[in-house]
């Protein structure tokens, strides 16, 4: 019958494995060294606690113990080398420690099927020897948990302290996922804590933060990690963090090594289902509202006027606003927002791989729009400006379901001025815009789609960018009747489309054709339609004085004419001046409009069209 732990005091472990260790030298007539103490005392008390947790024999913690002490005292490891003599090492056979041991049911068996070799305390090497002769090693990571530092195995890391202010509001937040870590700590059983967030930094912040407060060490540790490392785990009381990323309409299963029942935090995505055989509790992470992020801000180190001009135009997260901020050294409010500007629209970004940055300075008066058009591009540009603050002041109705994101649709032939409309809302909000690859997005696998539009809103949320669709109704198309399960699938997707976008608290600007290629159930979830017409005389003479600048040789009679005559947009009007442009600088001279005549009537062939008879111009 095996001696409870509880029956020795702390010290008692090492002290009982030595005193066996002596006793053997004795026995041979040896005389062993005086080794040194490695901190017994502290070791007894983390081997009792693992002991109770791994529910260790006590035969099994005193061999813990002895090979703890070869590991850290070279006299120890001398003191068995002199006892396995002449065909043993420094590292303690099977057979040996089943022989010091004995009294207390230890045999080689029971080392070899214990819970200290299966949860990692102790590995077997020399599988070519028989039991008895095969050496009993601790590993380094097990050796230094026990005297109290980290070192990492393999699938396990310390993750680098992130700069990163949480806002304070969180703070009743992490008191309660605190209480729920220390009740899972004091039932001594498992417990899991998924932290749904777009960024994984904020994530880890978050972590780091739940590890702090309840003073354990944060290590994070790879999905499937072996169960040898259980033991590791428990030495050193850390709190576990997993990465796991759900895609939409996955179900992802979170399970800790093997014989490690301490709690896990995990990072996961904003889509997805995550479950557990141990008990599992969801948080969302919530973007900081202004005043959060105001405080963020001027944490970060931005002037008060500066940082609520932040506030108020841009929606980040806390790892978001770090990392911008790591950009700025202004020293005045108006440097320092400059500054941000421009961090906004340099480096790289995940979304680089699923859109496409755009950035073209664009005029007000380069966009000639019908008078009623204008008016309403107008106040979707304060709408965009005012999407973080409009329902401050409203009923608490539409406050408790209010989203930030702006949705708008542009419809109208191709050249009427829908992408450069893009670009100056975008500019005149200080968004980067990003043209969203559509190539990259669509999958034929089944599935894909869906995740690869999930990233790219998580992606273009935690930026805070705008978005622009072109073509939106190859991916935003209007459900079809159901005849097979190709279009059973088709509308599912659809389905998980629509309702994501409407979700997106961001501004998205989507552009087609024809509205009527929509489905409706997506037209009622738009805050804004504006439709793009071809434009009369008027318009296209604005456009033709815009395009053609001062380079040129036609008098107003002239311009007048090509206004009233070539009835096309301003994206062809564009090839048509530009067409021209080549013609008159190979022989160095203005636009005439003998060039203008020709460039026309290609521009009129490629579209399949009679040109008009310019020679009347």
Known sequence: ??????????????????????????????????PASPGARDVDGRLFTLADTLDLSLGEQLAVALCYGVQVDPHIARLVAQVQAPIGGAQPYAGLAATLFADEGLDVLTIAAGQAVASGLLSIGGAEAPLPERPLEMPLHVAAALGGHIVCPDGASVPTPARICLPEALDPEITKLCDILLSHLGKREGGVIVLRCRDARDGRAMAACLAERTERQLVEIESGMPGRHAGWLHATGALCLMVSNAGPGESVEIEPPKGYDGPVVVIGGTDGSYTSSCSLTEWKMPVPDHGDREKLWRRAGLHKPAAAAAARRYRHGAARIAELASHISGKSAKSQLKQLGQALQSGSSPLDKLARRSNIPVARNDIVLPAELDVAVER?????????LLAKQLGPTLRARYRPGVRALFTGDSGTGKTLAAHWLAQEAGLPLYRVDLSALTSKWIGETEKNLSSLLDLAEHADVMLFFDEADSLFGARTDVGDSH??????????????????????????????????????RLDAILEFPLPDAE???????????????LTNEELNSLATQVDLAGGHVRNIVLSAASMAMSEDRPVSLGDLRAASAEEYMKLGRAPPPLAAC
């Open 1 to 34: 019958m095996n001696a409870p732990s509880s029956q020795l005091k702390p010290g008692s472990l090492f002290a009982t494995a030595l005193a066996r260790l002596y006793s053997r030298c004795t026995e041979q007539d040896r005389q062993p060294n005086t």
């Open 380 to 388: 979707l540009r304060r709408r965009i400006g005012q999407r973080n």
């Open 487 to 524: 279009d059973r699938f088709a509308n599912a997707q659809t389905n998980f489309l629509l309702q994501r976008i409407e979700e997106f608290d961001g501004v998205a600007l989507l552009a087609t054709n024809g509205r009527d290629r929509f489905d409706p159930a997506f037209v009622r």
């Open 539 to 553: 318009a296209r003479l604005k456009i033709w004085r815009t395009h053609l600048g001062d380079g040129h040789s």
